[in-house]
């Protein structure tokens, strides 16, 4: 079997294994059951203390919403002060000058927002100060709102009736200290054991064999890439992501990295059967989500190691598959399974450029996103999932003539309103964004100049691209087709707006509707109970993912990767 192959395999069986019994961790660290890490308690009492929490406070969904929301808006200041003033802040050897007020509020709402989306180039366009006290640290907080937005939910389902469904601070905190923290350690460990530097040294000056002077960035880099993973955020240390050799050195820290991406989403579908005790249903939400990532793998492997077409004309044999904008290092196949681990969740950080990929490996990529629900970023990805659950329940009870219930409670008008918008949001402003900026650059060429120009490559690739960048803001994934030019006040300010409404819109639907549910009084089920943890409801749910989300983009895909594959 092929290396590369053969390395893809490993990964997605050792995922599967382990996500089981990291699942179950997560369902006793939410539910206040002993765990091996209890000896962090201490940590945690004392930073309630400091913040003036209760952590024996009940929220109602509202109060819970209010809370995130809060703690959201906070850091987001915090981030752009820092970032506009980094040139005046300590632990910045190399001399980067601050971020321009447009760039920080749209670092400052990418990252914010678990999305990650840089319009900047990471080694040069931020210091190590902020690269710790704003990236690093809002890549544990947001992973860790998105976590404890989800474990809210579930104790909103597991409940009978409830009118309250956690404290978000208590979740929060131990997301990050019981879950997060730890394994960002390991795989810290791992990095650089295999040379990813951790340090505070500034640009090493080297001389290559031709007798040039070169520098190379360096840095804590150790201490970021490993929660970029783990909390499915994606913004690269390096302006070229895992793809430079100090940020991902080895084949090695290619598996351990891309195997951090999915752990805790795949874990999470696990710890909501646990959590809830109803494990077959989760049995069967993961199976649909493996499926879906799995067929997008084997896709993604046959179009990138069966190389272009225009070369096979010209005679030249492609042994080693499609291996423009990839690393040697890491081959088509590693890169083929990275992009679609990257898109089926919220992470977005990239081993090599899809902007290179094949047009049909670039679609898939793109429906990963548009989709938006295969696993997804930790937390909000089973949340997206749960929002077309709603919707095939209350379809599949008037199809069949049952009463729309999910978990014993009755699904009724008003929770479907709020899926249905939540469901058409994610289509909406991904289209509408890209119809603008379509327009935009057929019909008012003097603007699209007068901010340096956008697209480097045209016509189906070149509305690919505008697609893509949509597309990744409203997924709070980040990745890119990097042949826009996007450091523009158009592309900083529209893509920020997509990213706020693309991140809070669902969740605060998402848990209104849990909480909804949760104060319903809680109907025993019966004959006439429609079974939510068969097959058959499994294969309606994905029917309906695929026809409200998948359909929706299906012009917009002509358009671009589908137009692109005819014309090769």
């Not at 599967?16 to 990291?22: D, E, H, I, K, R």
Request: hydrophobic letters at 50%; one cysteine or more; charged letters at 10%.
């Amino acid at each position: 079997m092929n290396t590369e192959i053969l390395g893809s395999v490993l990964q997605i069986v050792a995922l599967v294994v382990l996500s089981y019994p990291l699942g179950r961790y997560i369902a006793k660290v939410y539910k206040g059951e002993r765990t091996w890490l209890d000896f962090m308690a201490p940590v945690e009492k004392w930073m309630y203390k400091i913040c003036g929490i209760d952590p024996n406070e009940e929220m109602g969904w509202k109060k819970f919403l209010f809370a995130l929301l809060t703690v959201n808006v906070f850091w987001f200041f915090w981030g752009m002060v820092l970032l506009v003033c980094q040139g005046w802040l300590p632990l910045n050897p190399d001399g980067n000058a601050g971020q321009s007020p447009d760039l920080a509020f749209n670092t400052c709402i990418s990252f914010m927002v678990n999305c990650n989306l840089q319009h900047y180039s990471g080694e040069s366009g931020l210091t190590y100060f902020t690269q710790l006290f704003v990236i690093m640290l809002f890549q544990f907080i947001t992973a860790g709102c998105g976590m404890a937005a989800l474990a809210g939910m579930f104790k909103a389902m597991a409940a009978k009736t409830t009118r309250t469904i956690g404290n978000f601070w208590v979740l929060l905190v131990k997301s990050c200290t019981r879950i997060l923290f730890p394994l960002s350690l390991i795989v810290g460990f791992i990095l650089i054991l295999n040379g990813t530097p951790m340090g505070f040294d500034g640009k090493m000056e080297l001389t290559t064999l031709e007798g040039a002077a070169q520098t190379v960035s360096q840095g804590p880099t150790a201490a970021i890439v490993p929660i970029k993973q783990l909390g499915t955020n994606g913004g690269g240390y390096f302006g070229v992501n895992s793809s430079h050799p100090l940020e991902n050195p080895t084949f090695l820290t290619n598996m351990v990295e891309c195997w951090s991406i999915l752990i805790i989403p795949m874990a999470m579908v696990f710890a909501f059967g646990f959590y809830i005790k109803r494990k077959k249903l989760a049995y069967t939400i993961y199976g649909v989500m493996l499926v879906a990532y799995l067929v997008g793998i084997c896709f993604a492997h046959h179009f990138e190691m069966a190389g272009n077409p225009r070369i096979d004309e010209m005679g030249i044999a492609q042994n080693i598959g499609s291996m423009e904008g990839k690393e040697m290092r890491i081959g088509a196949a590693g890169t083929a399974t990275w992009s679609q681990t990257t898109t089926v969740t919220s992470n977005g950080s990239v081993n090599g450029m899809h902007d290179s990929t094949m047009p049909l490996t670039g679609m898939f990529t793109m429906l990963n996103m548009m989709i938006n629900c295969w696993f997804g970023g930790v937390g909000v990805g089973f949340m997206n999932y749960y929002t077309f659950l709603i919707i095939a329940v209350f379809i599949s009870g008037l199809m069949v003539g049952r009463t729309p219930e999910f978990l014993g409670k009755k699904v009724e008008a008003r929770e479907m309103k709020i899926a249905s918008i939540v469901a058409l949001c994610h289509p909406f402003i991904i289209l509408v964004g890209t119809a603008i900026a379509a327009y935009l650059y057929a019909h008012a060429p003097g603007f699209v100049e007068s901010e340096g120009g956008w697209l480097n490559n045209p016509s189906f690739h070149g509305f690919s691209e505008m697609l893509y960048e949509y597309t990744s803001s409203a997924a709070n994934n980040g990745s890119g087709f990097e042949g826009l030019g996007d450091n523009t006040y158009f592309w900083n300010f529209t893509c920020g707006l997509v990213l706020i409404l693309g991140r809070y819109l669902p969740i605060v639907g998402q848990v209104a509707i849990a909480g909804l549910l949760a104060n319903k009084k809680f109907i025993p089920e019966s004959a006439g109970t429609l079974k939510t943890d068969t097959v058959t409801f499994a294969v309606m749910t994905f029917a309906v993912i695929f026809i409200v989300a998948a359909l929706s983009f299906f012009p917009a895909l002509s358009l671009g990767p589908i137009a692109e594959y005819f014309s090769l």
